[in-house]
């Protein structure tokens, strides 16, 4: 191995488990702690100062521009389709529709396989590649299985793809496009991580459900770095999410705190409040947050247009809670009639096409600006997590309210 360390070179040093801290080693394959069977979070050193000037390749265009502070060993073993540095965008329109100061919109529809389950998964091959594997399984409510199709694809090793029956047919058709082999499961993804744990009971392939191995969380948290960058180092006052397993929301968290380690923000810099959008079809956080649960165990959800939001028992709400707890944050869940709505929103006044989880997220926005949680002066980022080409089965017709 390469001594000299470059700028570039990875500092990650650790896997702490997400409840006791135990520490683990990230140079070999994990799946969740042993100890807790809770998820494992990569730690980087960071005892040798690193600036933005040497922790950020400019030349690279993609979410692998901040190498430093991912989990990737060797180059040779990455596997990218050019994922990240997604648009951050005014929304100008809308805000002047609606009574919003200052709106921006991070699209990450424009990513590869149409939505941002491309950062995790990119992420997440890759490092499964540079241990040796040579074959992933995963239970998915859609994006995250044709993203996993695609990298395995391009970095060579099998797919097995296991997603709900009733998934609408251009996410199942894709996978078969990417020669990933595919699973219908009657129910929620759940259900299908229960099917996972059968088709794979002799271990044979690894298991990418979320937050199960530890790098999917990695480069879902490119998107913390990108929006600090791509604001000038300034970050919104509140950032809106939509939170099914929850990585994307604990990973733009944790990038904000390693920033802030790093000293790439300013020390006075105020982190956004932190909002997890959800659906009301299936919204076990939401009844955590408001102690109508003690937890999400005995949750059942229904299907949703916004697939990615029907996770009824996600195993990271514990890390989600705290990001609400830490930032001052909170939770909202939306209709699937209000969803329809803010594509239509989104659709006429600014041109996107986005996700019904991105429609949920501006909806919210109007909520929380109508009960007065969020003001019109506040700097709003809303995430788009990916675009509509693939639900067109489910919202196709309803362009008109
Ligand atoms: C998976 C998914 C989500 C939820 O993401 P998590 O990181 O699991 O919370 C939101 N939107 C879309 C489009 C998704 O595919
Ligand atoms: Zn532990």
């Known amino acids: 191995m390469n001594q000299v360390a470059t700028s570039s070179q990875s500092?990650?040093?650790?896997?702490?488990?997400?409840?006791?801290?135990?520490?683990?080693?990230?140079?070999?394959l994990q799946a969740v702690s042993s100890c807790c069977q809770q998820p494992l979070v990569a730690h980087y050193s960071l005892r040798q100062p690193l600036s933005r000037?040497?922790?950020?390749?400019?030349?690279d265009n993609s979410m692998w521009r901040y190498g430093a502070l991912l989990p990737l060993l060797d180059e040779a073993n990455k596997v990218t389709l050019g994922e990240g540095m997604t648009p951050l965008l005014k929304l100008p329109r809308l805000a002047g529709h609606y009574g919003f100061d200052a709106l921006f919109i991070k699209d990450e529809g424009t990513n590869p396989t149409g939505s941002f389950k491309?950062?995790?998964?990119?992420?997440?091959?890759s490092k499964a590649k540079e241990l040796g594997v040579t074959g992933c399984i995963i239970p998915t409510a859609g994006n995250a299985g044709v993203a996993m199709a695609a990298y395995c694809a391009r970095g060579g090793l099998a797919a097995?793809?296991?997603?709900p029956r009733h998934t609408p047919e251009a996410f199942k058709e894709e996978c078969y496009w990417y020669g990933a082999q595919v699973e219908l499961v009657d129910g929620l993804i759940n259900d299908c991580a229960a099917r996972v744990r059968q088709l794979n009971a002799g271990g044979k392939l690894l298991d990418i459900s979320t937050l199960k191995e530890p790098y999917r969380l990695e480069g879902k948290k490119t998107m913390g770095y990108e929006i600090a960058e791509q604001m000038g180092w300034q970050l919104p006052d509140v950032l809106l999410y939509p939170a099914g397993g929850g990585t994307g929301l604990i990973g733009i968290w944790k990038a904000f705190q390693e920033m802030k380690s790093l000293g790439w923000?300013?020390?006075?810099?105020?982190?956004?409040?932190?909002?997890a959008v959800q659906a009301e079809n299936c919204c076990p956080l939401l009844e955590t947050y408001l102690g109508r649960q003690p937890n999400c165990h005995a949750y059942t959800g229904r299907p949703s247009l916004a697939n990615?939001?029907?996770?009824?028992?996600?195993?990271?709400?514990?890390?989600?809670?705290n990001v609400l707890r830490e930032s001052n944050g909170t939770v909202v869940a939306?209709?699937?009639?209000?969803?329809?709505?803010?594509?239509r929103h989104?659709?006429?006044?600014?041109?996107?096409?986005?996700?019904?989880?991105?429609?949920?997220?501006?909806?919210?926005a109007r909520q929380l600006l109508a009960s007065g949680w969020l003001h019109a002066d506040e700097r709003i980022l809303l995430l788009n997590t990916g675009n509509s080409q693939k639900y067109m089965s489910n919202v196709a017709g309803r362009a008109w309210a």
């Open 11 to 28: 500092r990650v040093n650790a896997l702490h488990c997400a409840k006791c801290g135990a520490a683990y080693s990230p140079f070999q």
């Open 53 to 59: 000037e040497e922790g950020i390749d400019l030349a």
């Open 118 to 125: 491309a950062r995790g998964l990119s992420m997440a091959i």
């Open 160 to 163: 097995t793809v296991v997603m």
């Open 265 to 275: 923000l300013a020390p006075e810099t105020k982190l956004p409040r932190m909002v």
């Open 308 to 321: 990615g939001l029907a996770v009824p028992r996600p195993l990271g709400e514990p890390l989600m809670l």
């Open 334 to 343: 939306i209709s699937e009639e209000d969803m329809l709505e803010g594509m």
């Open 346 to 364: 989104l659709g006429r006044h600014e041109g996107m096409f986005v996700a019904p989880e991105g429609a949920a997220v501006w909806m919210a």
